[in-house]
Nanobody
Framework: QVQLVESGGGLVQAGGSLSLSCAAS????????MGWYRQPPGKQRELVAV???????NYSDSVKGRFTINRDTAKKTVYLQMNSLKPEDTAVYFC????WGFGAGRDYWGKGTLVTVSS
């Protein structure tokens, strides 16, 4: 089993910054894939950013240049630095980890942390 603890959400004004973290614990020594997704109010869950064990990243076009994903493999933690936040970034942000890589077996989701960006 895997437990994910997300932290760092909150309320921020447009143009501000927030940093999210997600610490994984449990059965696996490491996770090939780690990432962040979000679900805006009344909308579907969507990709924000993912990072693999080699450090390669993939970002949604809507956050490129503003958000940065990083990971600490030893700590089994993934981070999301969010700068120049916009009201449309308001969403519940979910951590996702995949021991064998995304799409290669089971993956795990956190419970989510709310980010609210006021205009």
């Amino acid at each position: 089993q895997v437990q994910l603890v997300e932290s760092g959400g909150g309320l921020v004004q447009a143009g501000g910054s927030l940093s999210l973290s997600c610490a994984a614990s449990g059965s696996f020594f490491s996770f090939a894939g780690m990432g962040w997704y979000r679900q805006p109010p009344g909308k579907q869950r969507e990709l924000v950013a993912v990072i693999n064990s080699g450090g390669s990243t993939n970002y949604s076009d809507s956050v490129k240049g503003r958000f940065t994903i990083n990971r600490d493999t030893a700590k089994k933690t993934v981070y999301l630095q969010m700068n120049s936040l916009k009201p449309e970034d308001t969403a519940v942000y979910f951590c996702r980890v995949a021991p064998w890589g995304f799409g290669a077996g089971r993956d795990y989701w956190g419970k989510g942390t709310l980010v609210t960006v006021s205009s």
